[in-house]
């Protein structure tokens, strides 16, 4: 590379430097961050050899960004450094630990200038599959923050209405189920709740969704409730059923924004062209392919092959030998949200795919733990989903589980 760009970001501004082959400084500029600062940093890269043929390489501490977006746009190759990464590279510069934003653009060129192809730049995906990254992503935390809210609510009724809990101890949903939610809304407290009448529990049953079985269950909600259990002083349970109605608020609008995000983001991930490849596979439905394809992209040109990809999602085994020690162990540093879609991905085979399920059990009988198998069965299905992609083919369960050919020596014997 002749000419390298670094870009030392902030909310308002943006430190550029540019520098040749040999390390010298060729301009530098700071650039609001807005039109007029992204028009002043074309023209800095025009003066010195920035032609939409040959666009100079530009590395920046973040992948998202309106700048960034812009950059992307006009078909520039954009690197995402890693910040700690970056400050490694600093201490090549200075060992006195100064640091100011002039000199981190200048340290981020020069990253480029030395080991540009240790690192890789952003992948040119389509709009299609950046819009499914942001509504998957966006789904995702919902998803998170709905279950620090039920987290929050269930932790407040343990200190004075343990009746609600007692009855939906068995729901598989406990307190996210539509019944629980209606019920805390018109009966936030245990005196509430005791003094219920069977006809507004009733209704409050039906009017959750229930279709079958709803006079057993109102009775049974009923006799719940009308037990003896202890009780905080009046006052204060008045007090924390007001409490509780208003974290009940705030869980009713992460279930809703939940639920809103998952439709938009499968409507829009059924029309991407590689959905129908995706969710040809065991245990992947709509809304789990769309988080997997909103972190793999649809740039086939980011993982040339299969172990590529396996690392960025931290499936595949690290290993650190020094000297005489040598350790394998799962990976720390990975793409957190695709490996906890991995996770589901394999829970999910292990019912839906023979296959899937023998592997998980000869890793189980091989000494693996639960994580470790699942994590095993991630990393050969993520394997076969890159040559499913790659190839253009759907899952196919007879090839992808096919027993192992017997040995040469084996069949002679």
């Known amino acids: 590379m002749q000419v390298t760009c670094g870009i030392d970001w902030a909310e308002d501004h943006h430190d550029v430097a540019v520098v040749d082959s040999d390390a010298r400084l060729l301009?530098?500029?700071?650039?609001?961050?807005?039109?007029?600062?992204f028009q002043d940093l074309l023209r800095l890269l025009a003066e010195h050899g920035d032609t939409p043929d040959d666009p100079i390489p530009i590395a920046i501490e973040t992948s998202r960004g309106l700048m960034v977006a812009c950059l992307r746009a006009s078909g520039r190759q954009v690197f995402a450094i890693n910040p700690m990464a970056v400050a490694r590279y600093r201490d090549r510069h200075s060992v006195s630990r100064k640091k100011s934003d002039h000199q981190e653009a200048v340290v981020l060129a020069n990253i480029l200038r030395t080991d540009a192809e240790l690192h890789r730049p952003l992948p040119g995906d389509t709009e299609l599959v950046k819009a499914i990254t942001v509504l998957a992503r966006a789904q995702q935390d919902a998803v998170w923050d709905r279950?620090?809210?039920?987290?929050?609510?269930?932790?407040?009724?343990?200190?004075?209405?343990?009746?609600?809990?007692?009855?939906?101890?068995?729901?598989?949903?406990?307190?996210?189920?539509?019944?629980?939610?209606?019920?805390?809304?018109?009966?936030?407290?245990?005196?509430?709740?005791?003094?219920?009448?069977?006809?507004?529990?009733?209704?409050?049953?039906?009017?959750?969704?229930?279709?079958?079985?709803?006079?057993?269950?109102t009775d049974r909600l009923l006799e719940v409730f009308r037990r003896t259990w202890l009780r905080q002083p009046a006052l204060v349970e008045t007090a924390m059923g007001h409490q509780t109605l208003a974290l009940l608020a705030q869980l009713e609008a992460?279930?809703?924004?939940?639920?809103?995000?998952?439709?938009?983001?499968?409507?829009?991930?059924?029309?991407?062209?590689?959905?129908?490849?995706?969710?040809?596979?065991?245990?992947?439905?709509?809304?789990?392919?769309?988080?997997?394809?909103?972190?793999?992209?649809?740039?086939?040109?980011?993982?040339?092959?299969?172990?590529?990809?396996?690392?960025?999602?931290?499936s595949a085994p690290v290993t650190r030998e020094s000297g005489k020690s040598r350790r394998v162990s799962h990976r720390r540093i990975k793409n957190s949200r695709l490996a906890a879609t991995g996770r589901h991905w394999a829970f999910a085979a292990l019912t839906a795919s023979t296959g899937a399920h023998d592997h998980y059990n000869r890793r189980r009988e091989t000494g693996d733990r639960y994580y470790a198998a699942l994590r095993n069965l991630f990393n050969r299905m993520l394997g076969q989903l890159h040559h499913c992609l790659t190839t253009r083919q759907k899952?196919?369960?007879?090839?992808?589980?096919?027993?192992?050919?017997?040995?040469?020596?084996?069949?002679?014997?």
């Open 395 to 413: 899952f196919n369960e007879a090839i992808a589980f096919a027993p192992p050919k017997p040995s040469p020596l084996a069949a002679a014997a």
């Open 147 to 217: 279950t620090r809210a039920h987290n929050r609510l269930r932790s407040h009724l343990r200190e004075y209405y343990p009746a609600v809990l007692e009855a939906f101890v068995d729901k598989r949903e406990r307190l996210l189920a539509r019944e629980a939610r209606a019920i805390l809304a018109i009966a936030p407290t245990q005196a509430k709740a005791a003094k219920l009448a069977r006809s507004k529990l009733k209704a409050a049953v039906k009017q959750a969704g229930r279709q079958r079985r709803i006079e057993a269950e």
């Open 27 to 37: 301009g530098k500029l700071r650039v609001s961050d807005d039109a007029a600062g």
């Open 254 to 314: 992460a279930c809703k924004a939940c639920d809103d995000l998952a439709s938009a983001t499968e409507e829009l991930f059924l029309q991407h062209p590689d959905a129908e490849i995706i969710t040809s596979f065991p245990g992947l439905a709509a809304l789990t392919g769309a988080r997997l394809l909103a972190e793999i992209g649809d740039d086939r040109t980011r993982f040339d092959t299969a172990r590529d990809l396996k690392a960025y999602a931290g």
